[in-house]
């Protein structure tokens, strides 16, 4: 059976997944809103769709596998908004279908653990609306459903060190703030171990080994580039946008036995300082 993934929304997360797939025989769909960027996905082998204002009934049609990268929107998820009906038709052919979530829908445990059973209390607008869309993704009559707890995702591109050395970085000082998070290698190998082990209705969290506050992930940054230490800036006192101040407002560790234990995965990067050590190794590369 030839495997064909659709990719909504397909962006950094499902691009590094991509990466994974396409070597192995693996066509993948993937939709966008910019012709640019469909220029760049077209470049790395990705089948690049133009949507929402393409027709996608053929893509589907093709699709073994769907991936969901696109966040809700507040009229609710915009895949289902627009194609729930082709989706909930295509359902008893699909072998597997991810939903990329977060994991604001925990809400904030004040610094404790939360696991996959946790009940889902979110304590932001954007965590509610997660929630929501997982719902609607769920509701969907028979179709193989993985949802995706992201954790704070970095990686190439997406790490702390152009900010560390153009001086604009500060250490923001929340006490007993801490963040989990995850590298974008570590999502794409964790997305390939569900589709090669489907478990419909599964919920997985993705985060590494070592929750910390976020001021230590820029000291370690600094550390790393032989530079000053930026300097603390308490986070009542912090200039941050309406989101970056959103995300303070939750403090809690996140739980990744699932993974392990049921996927088989061993983390590429178990901690953030295995992490940022990775990216500066490929940047002087």
């Known amino acids: 059976m030839e495997k064909t993934l659709l990719s909504f929304g397909h962006g950094y997360s499902a691009r590094s997944l991509a990466r994974r797939l396409i070597p192995q025989g693996w066509t993948v769909l993937g939709t966008t809103r910019n012709p640019d960027k469909a220029r760049a996905l077209k470049a790395e082998g990705v089948t690049p769709i133009l949507w929402p204002n393409g027709d996608l009934r053929g893509a589907i049609l093709k699709a073994s596998h769907i991936l969901s990268s696109a966040g809700p929107e507040a009229e609710g998820d915009p895949v289902l908004s627009l194609l729930r009906d082709q989706i909930a038709r295509a359902a008893p052919r699909l072998a597997w279908v991810g939903y990329l979530s977060t994991t604001g829908v925990y809400g904030d445990h004040d610094g404790d653990w939360v696991d996959e059973d946790t009940p889902l209390t979110p ?58 998070r995850i590298h974008v290698d570590d999502i794409a190998q964790v997305l390939e171990a569900s589709i090669n082990h489907p478990n419909p209705g599964r919920a997985y969290n993705l985060c590494d080994d070592d929750p910390a506050p976020p001021q230590d992930v820029i000291g370690y940054a600094a ?3 032989g530079l000053p230490l930026p ?21 809690k560790r996140v739980r990744n036995e699932r993974i392990k234990s049921e996927l088989g995965v061993t983390l590429i990067h178990p901690d953030y300082r295995h992490g940022l050590r990775a990216l500066l190794a490929e940047e002087t590369a």
């Open 123 to 180: 304590s932001t607008r954007r965590g509610q609306m997660r929630l929501e869309a997982e719902a609607a993704w769920q509701s969907i009559p028979g179709l193989p459903l993985h949802i995706f707890r992201l954790a704070g995702i970095y990686g190439p591109g997406r790490g702390p060190f152009e900010k560390v050395r153009n001086g604009t970085a500060r250490r923001i000082i929340k006490p007993g703030q801490v963040f989990s």
């Open 223 to 225: 550390e790393l580039l």
């Open 231 to 251: 300097p603390e800036v308490p986070f009542d006192q912090a200039d941050l946008t309406p989101m970056a101040r959103s995300f303070y407002a939750e403090s």
